[in-house]
């Protein structure tokens, strides 16, 4: 299931058409900034993650020529390239269907969203509306009209910075805006 989120104010244009775009770097900033927005801002946005422990790592840091180790139990750091924050992106909600997100009910036999993942989408997207999207035309359509500016979409695959990034840093030597996908 597909859905987008909107203000109020750019319904109408969405469904006349019109599809926004809005640079990453306003993503970043948005939690950043404005800690309500959590769900929507990002300020990981397009960087990459290395992930340390105590175990195999250490961070040693040299002042006044004398190195230093620093004390460390986990955490990450980021690489992030300043010109992603100018890539434009426009963001959708998809809910795949499985057991985790739907149910079937037993008087219709139809399924049915269950109510944490609508409390959570509520949550999230407060005071926003929801579109609902027959994905497939869509993408076909949207396709068709992109094509001609270069373009990239992709399902966002979430990671847990803890314990592990799922690209390698030569991967991104080339292509860093996959950091986004």
Sequence with gaps: MLIKFLRPEHVSAFLDGSLFFMNTGYFIDLEKNDKKNKGIGDKYEGSHFTFFDNETHTVTIEIDGNKHNLPLEKGFMTLTNGSI??????????????????????????????????????KEFQDRIPIFIKHKP???????????????????????????????????????????F
Excluded: M, W
């Design 138 to 180: 869509f993408f076909e359509r949207f396709d068709t009209k992109a094509k001609k500016i270069g373009f990239r979409r992709g399902l966002v695959k979430y990671f847990d910075e803890y314990s592990g990034y799922p690209l390698k840093l030569d991967q991104l030597e080339n292509v860093f805006s996959d950091t986004l």
């Design 85 to 122: 924050r100018k890539l434009l992106l426009s963001c959708f909600t998809n809910i795949p269907f499985n057991p985790d997100n739907f149910y079937q009910d037993s008087c219709n036999h139809e399924y049915k969203i269950k109510s944490e993942v609508l409390e959570g989408l509520e």
